[in-house]
């Protein structure tokens, strides 16, 4: 004899903007975490605790120097983080500070970091998160926080120099964002709350298509009182995910 088959009953729950744009911003958190459990060998190798602090801070003068001169690599917000990473693994030489045009006189020791290469590319970055795990030297702001950084929570008072704040601003071309905390700047007489950022390219419609971006410099004191809020890195703006850390700089 047979059997009716049992009804399907199927359930839509439709999501407000704001509720599932808090449900992405605790995925990604959640998938951040996960990797951070399964650690992978370091990308870059250091001398000890000291040269790694030596990295950590040439890294931050890197990344603040962009909003003074710029350098052809530097097209988004990622390529900065990936700037200031690559140049801070170089050796600190006479010829490499020519090179590097700094806007200033920076007082800061000698890094001894080192990382492997595979086809003249720096494996600096891990770009897929499997075992054993991929490394390149293309990493876009989505994979530096998944897989290269460490999640601090919300609260900007966490932040280090170095460390960064990252948006997700849902509905634009390239929605997720990356700022760098630089702290006291050695290129300016006076804050130390200090961060700075690349715009990005102008989506492809609208009075600024077409615009490369720009590096922008700003206190951490005013970008809490952006006058667009989801620009504000405070606990009540859906679209600021959180401050993280580089997986680099150790804890």
């Known amino acids: 004899m047979n059997r009716p088959a049992p009804e399907t009953t199927l359930t839509l729950v439709v999501l407000s903007h704001a509720t599932s744009t808090v449900f992405l911003r605790l995925l990604c958190l959640v998938s951040v975490s996960l990797v951070a459990?399964?650690?992978a060998r370091a990308?870059?190798?250091?001398?000890?605790?000291?040269?790694?602090?030596?990295?950590?801070?040439?890294?931050?003068?890197?990344?603040d120097a962009q909003?003074?001169?710029?350098?052809?690599?530097?097209t988004d917000c990622a390529a900065l983080v990936r700037h200031a990473v690559r140049e801070a693994t170089r050796t600190q030489s006479p010829d490499w500070l020519r090179r590097t045009a700094l806007p200033g006189v920076v007082?800061?020791?000698?890094?001894?970091?080192?990382?492997?290469?595979?086809?003249?590319?720096?494996?600096?970055f891990r770009v897929k998160?499997?075992?054993?795990?991929?490394?390149?030297?293309?990493?876009?702001?989505?994979?530096?926080v998944r897989l290269n950084s460490r999640p601090l929570g919300r609260d900007v008072q966490a932040l280090r120099p170095g460390d960064l704040l990252f948006f997700r601003q849902d509905g634009q071309?390239?929605?997720?964002?990356?700022?760098?905390?630089?702290?006291p700047s050695p290129f300016e007489a006076d804050g130390s709350d200090w961060i700075v950022y690349h715009?990005?390219?102008?989506?492809?419609?609208?009075?600024?298509?077409?615009?490369?971006?720009?590096?922008?410099k700003?206190?951490?004191?005013?970008?809490r009182r952006h006058p667009s809020p989801r620009w504000r890195p405070v606990t009540g703006n859906a679209a600021f995910v959180g401050v993280f850390r580089l997986s680099f700089f150790g804890s």
């Open 107 to 124: 007082a800061a020791p000698a890094t001894h970091a080192t990382a492997l290469e595979r086809d003249g590319a720096l494996l600096l």
């Open 218 to 223: 700003v206190r951490l004191s005013d970008l």
């Open 199 to 216: 715009t990005g390219p102008s989506p492809s419609q609208g009075e600024t298509a077409g615009s490369p971006g720009e590096v922008r």
């Open 129 to 144: 998160g499997t075992v054993p795990p991929v490394y390149g030297e293309f990493a876009d702001a989505k994979t530096l």
């Open 37 to 39: 459990a399964f650690p």
């Open 67 to 74: 909003f003074y001169r710029t350098t052809a690599d530097v």
């Open 173 to 183: 071309d390239l929605p997720d964002h990356l700022m760098v905390f630089v702290g």
């Open 43 to 63: 990308q870059v190798t250091f001398r000890d605790a000291a040269d790694r602090d030596a990295f950590r801070r040439w890294f931050v003068v890197l990344a």
